[in-house]
């Protein structure tokens, strides 16, 4: 079969279809997490995306697509901000654990050394890329991909191809989703912090019983041995509370999509 008769079973419509369904995937490698990662490299992640809007094109239902310019790049828009809706969501979770090794480096001291993270590329510190890298990790070993993949068909089911989403909603469930950023890293975070005020306060008690102890040279490598002992102990803890918030995450992206 030559590619002129391959093409030719593809109709006008089918073929818009799939670029409406490839619209909607894409910001999954903008903002998603694992699938975002810049570890993949472009070329990659753009045939992962094609490969997903092919899986995608016989389950998604359509009626007839407006083939003029202008009605189709608006729909083009429409899907694109449903999947930006969607990838926020999980991303907003994922962004949680770099916020709360952020947190941890600035109390321990690992703040003023800083690398480029391989899976955001940004520059981050040393326990933040920690974390992003577990996360990764975690994420692989539970299956959150699938789960993601699937969650992304059923936004289908919120808002159809040819329907248009609510612009209040959306902008709700984003608000939802930053705000609890800043609430996931404490909790993430919240024993180690503890532990670490307690330690600094427990320095400061010494350094006014003995005034001619040496708290920075003494104090330092306390709060490293202290932290990274309880980050090693809280990793299950923090494991088991990424499994359930990605579910958390992909329900609520999904209950935000709301036809307007």
């Not at 907003?92 to 947190?103: I, N, T, Y």
Request: net charge neutral.
């Amino acid at each position: 079969m030559t590619a002129n008769e391959l093409l030719a079973r593809f109709s006008e419509q089918q073929v818009a279809a799939f670029f409406l369904v490839l619209a909607r995937v894409s910001p999954l490698f903008i903002l998603a997490p694992l699938f975002s990662s810049k570890m993949i490299p472009g070329r990659v992640r753009t045939i992962i995306a094609v490969g997903l809007a092919v899986g995608l094109m016989p389950v998604v239902k359509h009626g007839v697509i407006d083939l003029d310019p202008l009605a189709f790049a608006g729909q083009v828009v429409k899907e694109v901000v449903v999947g930006l809706a969607f990838a926020y969501g999980l991303a907003a979770m994922f962004a949680g654990l770099q916020v709360a090794g952020s947190l941890l480096d600035t109390l321990i001291g690992f703040s003023f050394g800083s690398l480029v993270d391989p899976v955001t590329g940004n520059q981050s510190t040393v326990i933040a890329q920690l974390y992003s890298l577990f996360g990764v990790a975690i994420l692989i070993a539970i299956g959150g991909d699938a789960w993601i993949i699937k969650g992304l068909a059923r936004t289908y089911d919120a808002v159809p191809m040819l329907d248009a989403p609510a612009i209040g909603s959306l902008v709700e469930g984003a608000q939802v989703a930053f705000s609890g950023i800043f609430v996931a890293a404490f909790m993430i975070g919240a024993p180690v912090i503890i532990a670490l005020i307690i330690t600094d306060a427990a320095f400061g008690v010494v350094s006014r019983v003995v005034p001619q102890l040496n708290v920075f040279a003494v104090g330092f490598p306390a709060k490293v041995t202290v932290g990274l002992l309880l980050i090693g102990v809280t990793m299950p803890f923090v494991g088991a509370w990424l499994a359930g918030e990605l579910q958390q995450s992909v329900l609520q992206a999904l209950q935000t999509l709301k036809v307007a």
